[in-house]
């Protein structure tokens, strides 16, 4: 049974960087059939995919538009585990933070397991 | 349009069928998936595919598709059926795309 722990801080102050860490257990994070993503949710902009990092003979990221100056996705492969950067936060940035595999196909993809979920509030 | 569209809300009573849908331009090309959310929770997924349900999904629950619409559907809902529920599906560009999301109220 594949699981997803998700750790860091809840409070970060504007400006600074957002970090969060999701530990994998269960999968590997170099697997060749899964992809490792960052998810947030917030009352004003719903559930948001916010990029994934994945390995496919070598390493792949992908960011959605509205963050991509601003994130970066990195595995570890020597914890078994990947990481979210968010920088120049913004209280509009506050949001619950979750970490999903998402299994890729070519007309379907699907997100299970998801992390626990971090609220990260953006004040300072 | 790059955006996938819910009712807000809907109910429905104990033992009897609802449905959930889902339009997107998105949805003529690839399936939705769909998860459940109670509060305070992670979403979970409980349909993928055509119409797949994981493991320790009830058969309750079934997907469908059709055109630029997909639909979830609770046959025999019951009082642990109310939640958020959320479709998800791609753009052509490969960005994962949310519904709006929907609240079921169990009646």
């Known amino acids: 049974q594949v699981q997803l722990q998700q750790s860091g801080p809840g409070l970060v102050k504007p400006s600074q960087t957002l970090s969060l860490t999701c530990a994998i257990s269960?999968?590997?994070?170099?697997?060749?059939?899964?992809?490792w993503n960052w998810i947030r949710q917030s009352p004003s902009r719903g559930l948001e995919w916010l990029g994934r990092?994945?390995?496919?003979?070598?390493?792949?990221?992908d960011y959605a538009v509205s963050v991509k100056s601003r994130i970066t996705i990195n595995p570890d492969t020597s914890k078994n585990q990947f990481s979210l950067q968010l920088n120049s936060v913004t209280p509009e940035d506050t949001a619950v933070y979750y970490c999903?595999?998402?299994?890729?196909?070519?007309?379907?993809?699907?997100?299970?397991?998801w992390g626990q979920g971090t609220l990260v509030t953006v004040s300072s | 349009s790059s955006e996938l569209t819910q009712d807000p809300a809907v109910s429905v009573a104990l033992g009897q069928t609802v449905r959930i849908t889902c339009q997107g331009d998105?949805?003529?090309?690839?399936?939705a998936s769909w998860y459940q959310q109670k509060p305070g929770q992670a979403p979970v997924l409980v349909i993928y595919?055509?119409?797949n349900r994981p493991s320790g999904i009830p058969d309750r629950f079934s997907g469908s598709s059709s055109g630029n619409t997909a639909s979830l559907t609770i046959t025999g809902a019951q009082a642990e059926d109310e939640a958020d529920y959320y479709c998800n599906s791609r753009d052509s560009s490969g960005n994962h795309l949310f519904g709006t999301g929907t609240k079921v109220t169990v009646l």
């Open positions: 999903a595999r998402d299994l890729p196909r070519e007309a379907a993809n699907w997100f299970d397991p």
């Open positions: 990092t994945y390995y496919r003979s070598k390493w792949y990221n």
């Open positions: 269960g999968d590997s994070v170099s697997s060749n059939s899964a992809a």
């Open positions: 998105s949805l003529r090309s690839y399936y």
């Open positions: 595919g055509k119409n």
